[in-house]
């Protein structure tokens, strides 16, 4: 498997367990402020992975 694809296969992987971290952790939050800031972090998270690809 050449570097690259294991790069791109790497950070995917590393995205997607994030979000659906931050995501789990938003839908037991009660407090809004808190869903949004995940939410946010969620944005990041996917927008930091388009870019190093």
């Excluded at 367990?17 to 839908?27: A, H, I, K």
């Amino acid at each position: 498997m050449p570097f690259g694809t294991l790069v791109v296969l790497s950070e995917g992987l590393i995205m997607v367990s994030l979000c659906v971290l931050l995501y789990v952790t938003s839908s037991h939050s009660s407090s809004p402020r808190t869903k949004r800031l995940l939410n946010s972090l969620i944005i990041y998270a996917v927008n930091r992975c388009l870019l190093t690809l």
